[in-house]
C-alpha cells in the first residue's frame, strides 16, 4: 500500500495539554503483590552505620507501589480496570500519570488493553508463552484523529497475544518498544484508517503472521522471527530476523543484516515461583532469532532483595546510598525530582524502570552517570531536562573513559530524553558515552517541537546524543531537533543499525543554523580525526516551518575516508517545507519541490 499523503506538520498541529493530576489506582485490582522481605544481609551495615553516624542502610525488596498492578487469571473485571487507565491515558501526552501493568502466568480470554500514554502492559513469566491473553493489545490513534505520529511513550513485553480478528494493531510513533513477544497471527503498524505513522522498534519477537507496516515511514526490527513483512515507505532496517525481506534499498527500501554483531535483550521483571525477580539475559554475538527460541532466555536471575524499590517520595540521596550498598535499582511508575546526580560506580549494577518513571533533574545537575566499569544495564526509564539547564542528562563513563568492555559492555536500552514538551527544560548535551563498548539499543532522545516549553530558545539543547568511547554500537537510534548537531560522534570503531532523525523545525533563520561555511548543522556528524565508522540504514527528514527557505548542506557530514562506511542513506524534506542540498557530504541529490520524495545514497564512499 502506498504511503497516504504526509502532513508537513505532522507535529506541529499538536493540542497543547497541561500537566494532568497524578492519577490514583484503578479500583479493584491487585496491587503489588505482597510485600517482600529485606535481605537479610542488610542488618550488619544498618547497624555498622548507626555506630559510624553515617545515614542508615537502605531496606532492600518491599512491594511494588500503588502505579504497579497485577492481575492473574482469577482477578475479577480485568477488562474495567484496562479500560479506566486507557480512559486516564489515552490523550495525557504531557501527563503525570504513570502505569505498569503486569500479567502473572497463565491464559486469560477475551481481554483487549488498549495502551496509553506512560503504560507499560507485561507478563510476568520466565518467557513469553508463560503470559497466553486470547485477544488484542492495542495502540491506535482516535485520539489524534487517526494520526499515530504522537504516539509515544508506551509499551509491550513478555507474553503470548492470539488476536481476536487474527491481527494485533500496534500503530506507535517513537519511544513505543514492542519487546519479547509471540503474536500468533498478523501485526498491523499503522492506525485505524491508515493514517499517518512514524515509528517504531521490534526486539526478541515472533509473529507467526505478517507484520503490515502501511503508512509507517520508517521501522527497526532487531533479533526476532516473522512471517513476513507487508510493504515499505522510506526506511524499513532488519538485523538478525528469520523471515526478513531480502537486501533491497531503495526499492523497496528494505536494509537487511543476516545477523546483529553484538546484542544483550533488556533485563525484565518476572515471577519465580512466587517472589519477584530481575532476570538478565547473557550477551550474544552474531545474534538471528529470538532469545527464547530454545524455550528459555539464556542469563541470570537476580532476587528482589538485591534492589532498592524506588518509589513515591525518594530522594536522590537515598538512591544513591542504595547504589553505594550494593543494591540495584527498581524504579516504579512514577515522576522523580533529583537535586544531585545519581552515580552508578559498581560492576554490573542494574537500573531498570517499568511504567515509564521520570527523572527529573533539578538546580541543572546530570541526571545519572556511571563510572567505567563492566556491565552497567539502564532500561526503562524517562530523562526529561529541568528548568535550569544540565550540561548532561545521562553520562556513561566518566570523561577519558579508556577501559575495554567488550565481553561485559553497558547496555542503554529504552532510556528515553524529553527536552521541553512537558514544560520549560534545557540541556546542553542529553546523553555523553564516554565508555567504550556500550550498546545503545533502543533511544528516543527528543527535542520538543510542541507542548509547553518550546521555543528555539525556550528548550535549548545543542547536542543530542555526542559518542567519545570506541566501539560503541547503537541499535534503533532516534534522534531528533537539536539546535546544532543531532549526532556527533568522535570514538573510533562506531556502528550504527537504524537512524530516524528530523532536524529542529524551529530554526528561526538560515543565520540561525550557520555552522561556519557549511550552511546548517548535520544530523550526523562523524569527527574529522575518526578513521573508522559504519552505518546502515540511516534517514534524516528536515521541516523548517518557521522559514521553509532553509536549506542545509546534508543529513551526514563524515570524513571522506574508505574505514568510514555508509549503506543505504537517504534525506527527506517533508513537504517542501526547506531543503537538502546533498545526502552526505557532497554525494547524493538534493531534494526539490513540494514532493516528500526521498533522496538516496545506497553506498558510501
Avoid at 501526552?93 to 507485561?122: D, E, H, M, V, W
Avoid at 546510598?321 to 535499582?329: I, P, T, W, Y
Avoid at 561556519?516 to 528536515?542: L, M, R
Wanted: with cysteine; hydrophobic share 40%.
Amino acid at each position: 500500500m502506498q504511503q497516504p499523503p504526509l502532513d508537513p506538520a505532522r507535529e506541529d498541529g499538536s493540542p497543547r495539554l497541561s500537566r494532568r493530576a497524578f492519577a490514583a489506582a484503578a479500583a479493584g485490582a491487585v496491587l503489588g503483590s505482597a510485600f517482600l522481605p529485606a535481605a537479610t544481609a542488610g542488618a550488619a551495615p544498618r547497624a555498622a552505620a548507626r555506630r559510624a553516624g553515617a545515614a542508615p542502610a537502605v531496606t532492600a525488596g518491599g512491594d511494588l507501589g500503588p502505579n504497579v498492578i497485577v492481575f492473574d487469571p482469577s482477578t475479577a473485571n480485568i477488562q474495567g480496570t484496562l479500560d479506566d487507565i486507557f480512559h486516564k491515558q489515552e490523550s495525557a501526552q504531557f501527563g503525570t500519570g504513570r502505569y505498569a501493568l503486569l500479567f502473572k502466568p497463565g491464559t486469560y480470554n477475551g481481554l483487549n488493553a488498549q495502551i496509553g500514554f506512560y503504560t507499560s502492559i507485561a507478563g510476568l513469566g520466565r518467557n513469553p508463552d508463560d503470559v497466553q491473553i486470547n485477544g488484542d493489545v492495542t495502540v491506535d490513534a482516535g485520539w489524534f484523529n487517526g494520526n499515530a505520529t504522537q504516539n509515544f511513550w508506551r509499551s509491550v513485553e513478555n507474553m503470548a497475544l492470539t488476536p481476536v480478528s487474527g491481527e494485533d494493531r500496534w500503530a506507535v510513533a517513537q519511544a513505543a518498544p514492542f519487546r519479547r513477544m509471540h503474536i500468533k497471527g498478523g501485526l498491523n503498524l499503522a492506525p485505524n484508517g491508515y493514517g499517518w505513522a512514524s515509528g517504531g522498534y521490534i526486539a526478541d519477537s515472533k509473529v507467526d503472521g505478517t507484520v503490515s507496516p502501511y503508512s509507517q515511514q520508517q521501522w527497526y526490527t532487531r533479533d526476532s522471527q516473522i512471517g513476513g513483512w507487508g510493504n515499505g515507505v522510506w526506511n524499513m532496517v532488519f538485523s538478525g530476523v528469520d523471515g526478513a525481506p531480502a537486501q533491497s534499498f531503495p526499492n523497496p527500501p528494505y536494509t537487511t543484516l543476516d545477523t546483529t554483531p553484538v546484542s544483550r535483550e533488556k533485563p525484565y521483571l518476572y515471577l519465580d515461583g512466587d517472589d519477584y525477580a530481575v532476570f538478565v539475559p547473557s550477551l550474544r554475538t552474531n545474534a538471528r532469532g529470538v532469545s527464547w527460541a530454545s524455550g528459555s532466555t539464556p542469563g541470570t536471575s537476580i532476587p528482589l532483595s538485591q534492589f532498592y524499590v524506588v518509589k513515591d517520595g525518594a530522594t536522590a540521596a537515598t538512591i544513591n546510598q542504595a547504589l553505594s550498598q550494593g543494591l540495584h535499582l527498581l524504579f516504579t511508575p512514577g515522576v522523580y525530582h533529583v537535586d544531585q546526580t545519581i552515580n552508578v560506580t559498581k560492576a554490573n549494577t542494574v537500573v531498570l524502570g517499568i511504567g515509564y518513571p521520570t527523572i527529573i533533574p533539578d538546580n541543572g545537575v546530570t541526571a545519572v552517570q556511571t563510572a567505567d566499569v563492566d556491565g552497567i544495564r539502564l532500561a526503562g526509564f524517562l530523562l526529561d531536562a529541568g528548568t535550569t539547564n544540565s550540561d548532561y542528562l545521562l553520562r556513561v563513563g566518566p570523561a577519558g573513559a579508556s577501559a575495554g568492555h567488550a565481553s561485559n559492555p553497558t547496555t542503554v536500552q529504552d532510556v528515553f530524553v524529553r527536552i521541553g514538551g512537558a514544560g520549560a527544560g534545557k540541556a546542553t548535551t542529553s546523553m555523553e558515552i564516554n565508555a567504550s563498548d556500550t550498546i545503545i539499543d533502543h533511544t528516543w532522545i527528543w527535542r520538543a517541537d510542541h507542548g509547553e516549553g518550546v521555543g528555539w530558545d525556550t528548550n535549548r539543547a545543542d547536542y543530542g546524543l555526542k559518542v567519545n568511547g570506541a566501539n560503541v554500537l547503537a541499535t534503533g537510534l532516534f534522534v531528533e531537533h537539536f539546535n546544532k548537531y543531532c549526532v556527533q560522534w568522535s570514538g573510533e570503531g562506531g556502528r550504527t543499525i537504524f537512524f530516524q532523525n528530523e532536524l529542529a523545525y524551529d530554526a528561526p533563520n538560515q543565520a540561525a543554523i550557520q555552522n561556519g561555511s557549511t550552511a546548517g548543522y548535520a544530523a550526523y556528524k562523524v569527527d574529522d580525526a575518526v578513521n573508522t565508522h559504519e552505518a546502515w540504514g540511516v534517514g534524516s527528514y528536515c521541516n523548517f516551518t518557521s522559514d521553509p527557505s532553509i536549506r542545509v548542506d546534508h543529513g551526514f557530514e563524515v570524513p571522506q575516508k574508505s574505514g568510514v562506511k555508509f549503506h543505504d542513506a537517504l534525506v527527506v524534506s517533508l513537504g517542501g517545507v526547506g531543503q537538502y542540498n546533498h545526502v552526505i557530504n557532497s554525494t547524493g541529490g538534493a531534494t526539490s519541490g513540494t514532493d516528500t520524495v526521498p533522496s538516496n545514497v545506497v553506498s558510501f564512499p
